[in-house]
């Protein structure tokens, strides 16, 4: 059997598969999050607990051996280790936003804009180089006695295989440090955030993707496993998204927009992030929002509504929600892809005493759609579409999506991360599977041509009433 490992922000996942991609298991641990202040810290032996007793559990179930795993999680944030990847401070999440004041500081300045030119990232406060410059001016002492600063899956890499030293692969590094045409560190980068004196900290790019052999913990001795690409390329590859053209969009707590590409622009609007891949010249142009689930969730609390219930409910209102219009910015951090606006934040328009919760929630998802389609757009979507995340779970919600996106979803359910992390170790390795076969949609959802056409039209009022939001957001 294969087994692939996701180690998510709240949720450690393990799913076996057997040679065909049929899973076999699937196992999962939830793992904290401390939040206080804009502070999101999560407690790397919990983590690093929590793969192991996932992977004893799959393992546990499926009394097979296991041909080889692959390993993706979460990106960005800051995991200091000392030199056997044991933790030296609690590990700042892709979530923490404490470092918020230099972005803004970068952005008036025009470093954010310079960075943004030369590796094609747009820096935002839960990345390394603004936290690591953050540690770097309040808790130097943590960075004194750090071996490396990683990313979560190279935390596991490395405690999982003993191995002698942190690396790193190109899909982590690509934020923000990586120069995407060398695939290596851009120093000029790093000098204009002020961080050559602690440039021995970013672990080496291990390009290909680093291989080894677990000591015996969760996997047995032996087992050989491979480090990366990291969550949203994994599920590129978990989704068959390999194609130029071709994208995925991950409906989760927030979207996330991927469209494959040879091309390297670097001269639009500074936002999003370009993924180098495995493959030298092929990346992701990435589209991560802060929009998404998250929105929907706060009006299903706000008007009592269950989950269970917005299915039934998106079927008894009709395209526009007579009338009721949302611009779902809800983050407290504004957006960042397909644009950057700190300050935005979610507007309700068109209600009134004869609003009903169902108008609200088509409403939002209508929102997020429209959002969704601008970030795939910004991304340079040509082609076929994927669609997963626990979004999907909704089938009135995709027909909804497909209608506002004007296009076809290819829904792909399932471990799609831990999936793609193993086609990943697969090639690494040298190991053939049927590609088509492991990234086999569960359900095609198609658009109807005249609500299509409907939401067309309401994508442009979308974008008018956001360029307005933006402009009140700057005043």
């Known amino acids: 059997m294969y087994v692939g490992i996701d180690v998510g922000t709240s949720m450690v996942k393990a799913a076996a598969f057997d040679g065909t991609g049929r899973a076999l298991a699937v196992g999962s641990r939830p793992v904290g999050l401390a939040l206080h202040e804009g502070f999101v810290e999560q407690d790397m032996e919990e983590v690093y607990a929590a793969v192991v007793a996932v992977l004893q559990e799959v393992t546990g179930q499926v009394p097979e051996p296991v041909e080889l795993a692959g390993l993706t999680g979460q990106g960005d944030g800051v995991w200091l280790v000392d030199a056997e990847g044991r933790p030296v401070r609690a590990a700042a999440s892709w979530m923490d936003g404490r470092a918020h004041e230099l972005v803004d500081q970068w952005l008036a300045d025009g470093t954010f804009e310079t960075v943004f030119r030369r590796t094609g990232s747009a820096m935002f406060p839960g990345c390394p180089g603004p936290l690591l410059a953050w540690l770097d001016r309040h808790e130097p002492k943590a960075l004194d006695t750090a071996r490396a600063a990683v990313y979560c899956k190279d935390m596991v890499f490395q405690r999982l295989t003993g191995a002698s030293r942190a690396t790193t692969d190109v899909s982590d590094a690509s934020m923000p440090f990586l120069d995407p045409r060398t695939r290596m560190y851009d120093n000029r980068v790093v000098e204009l955030l002020g961080l050559t004196h602690r440039r021995g900290l970013l672990a080496p790019v291990s390009d290909p993707v680093a291989t080894g052999a677990t000591r015996g913990e969760g996997l047995p001795a032996g087992t050989r ?45 500074p936002a999003g992030l370009y993924i180098s891949t495995d493959r030298p010249g092929h990346r992701l142009r990435a589209m991560p929002a802060m929009v998404g689930t998250a929105a929907l969730d706060w009006v299903l609390s706000t008007t009592g509504v ?162 307005e939001a933006r402009d009140r957001a700057r005043a």
């Open 225 to 269: 496993i491979a480090n990366g690409p990291y969550d949203l390329p994994a599920s590129a590859l978990g989704a068959g998204v390999t194609t130029p053209g071709d994208g995925l969009l991950i409906v989760g707590t927030c979207l996330a927009a991927l469209v494959a590409t040879t091309d390297l622009d670097l001269d639009g609007e």
């Open 306 to 467: 269950r989950h269970d219930e917005v299915d039934d409910l998106l079927a008894s209102t009709p395209p526009g929600a007579h009338g009721v219009r949302v611009l779902p910015y809800f983050a407290p951090s504004g957006e960042r892809a397909p644009f950057v606006e700190p300050r935005l934040r979610a507007e309700l328009t068109g209600v009134s005493l004869e609003s009903t919760p169902a108008d609200l929630i088509r409403a939002t998802c209508e929102g997020i759609g429209y959002a969704a389609r601008h970030c795939l757009e910004a991304a340079g979507l040509t082609g076929s579409l994927a669609v997963c995340g626990g979004g999907t779970r909704s089938g009135a919600w995709m027909r909804l999506l497909a209608d506002v996106l004007g296009r076809p979803l290819r829904v792909v359910e399932g471990e799609v991360g831990a999936r793609g992390a193993v086609l990943a170790a697969a090639e690494r390795y040298g190991v053939e599977l049927d590609t088509a076969a492991w990234t086999r949609p569960t359900a095609i959802v198609e658009p109807d041509p005249g609500r299509a056409t409907y939401y067309a039209k309401g994508y442009d009022d979308h974008l008018a009433r956001l360029q």
